[in-house]
């Protein structure tokens, strides 16, 4: 069946550095790919999706592209900041009807002055 | 944008006592919602599927006659944990699927004391 797996956090990382947070997928036919922050004690928000091969998902600063030859789409943010500290699921849909977002299990990152 | 509203935004109930979950969508009709758990710095568990004017479809252990979903309306679908005990506490988050993508409620923390 279709999975997501994405690297194990916690991501420690100071103000204006580099994040790349990895995720892979498998599934059978052209998912669509999303990446979500999930600030604490709140819900999950988009932060960006692509929807077919070789698309690139941009959204305050975070870029990811869907890469179907490496089953990838790596997060990445040139300059990290304090307010980016969060919890960050990579997802995959199917886009059938009636079918749920299949989530990654999270990446924490946290991000210190 | 698409909008889902969910309440309460916490709850703590006695054991023994049922709590009701709302999941709204404001400004679209949404056939199917999706009930998702979030145990402590892990990732969303899908629970159920709920489509409008049928029965929801349950995720493999997940106990229907506890977590009781009705999708009476288009907008409105609602998560009832029955008979709750400590070991139902959790986050509980709504979605749902506005193709291309999926909103998300922002979660109802349940203590259940």
């Known amino acids: 069946g279709n999975s997501v797996t994405q690297m194990e956090g916690p991501v420690t990382l100071s103000e204006e550095a580099f994040l790349t947070i990895n995720c892979t997928y498998t599934?059978?036919?052209?998912?669509?790919l999303f990446w979500y922050v999930q600030y604490p004690g709140e819900g999950l928000q988009l932060l960006l999706k692509?929807?077919?091969?070789?698309d690139k998902g941009s959204n305050k600063g975070f870029e990811a592209t869907y890469r179907k030859e490496t089953t990838s789409f790596h997060l990445e943010k040139g300059s990290v900041q304090v307010s980016d500290s969060a919890v960050y699921f990579c997802?995959?849909?199917?886009?059938?009807?009636?079918?749920?977002?299949?989530f990654g299990k999270g990446t924490t990152l946290s991000v210190s002055s | 944008g698409a909008v889902v509203s969910q309440h309460p935004s916490w709850v703590i109930c006695k054991s023994g006592t049922s709590v009701k979950i709302e999941c709204r969508s404001l400004?679209?009709?949404?056939?199917?919602m999706f009930w998702y758990r979030q145990f402590p710095k892990q990732s969303l568990m899908l629970m159920a599927t709920?489509?409008?004017?049928?029965?929801?479809?349950?995720e493999q252990g997940v106990e229907k006659d506890k977590f009781l979903i009705n999708h009476a309306s288009l907008t409105l679908s609602t998560l009832t944990v029955t008979s709750a005990h400590p070991e139902d506490s959790s986050f509980y988050i709504c979605?749902?699927?506005?193709?291309?993508?999926?909103?998300f409620g922002s979660g109802t923390r349940l203590t259940v004391v």
């Open positions: 599934a059978t036919g052209y998912p669509s």
């Open positions: 979605s749902a699927a506005q193709r291309p993508g999926y909103t």
């Open positions: 709920s489509n409008e004017g049928s029965k929801a479809t349950y």
């Open positions: 997802a995959l849909s199917d886009d059938q009807a009636g079918t749920a977002l299949i």
């Open positions: 400004d679209f009709q949404a056939t199917t």
């Open positions: 692509a929807t077919k091969a070789d």
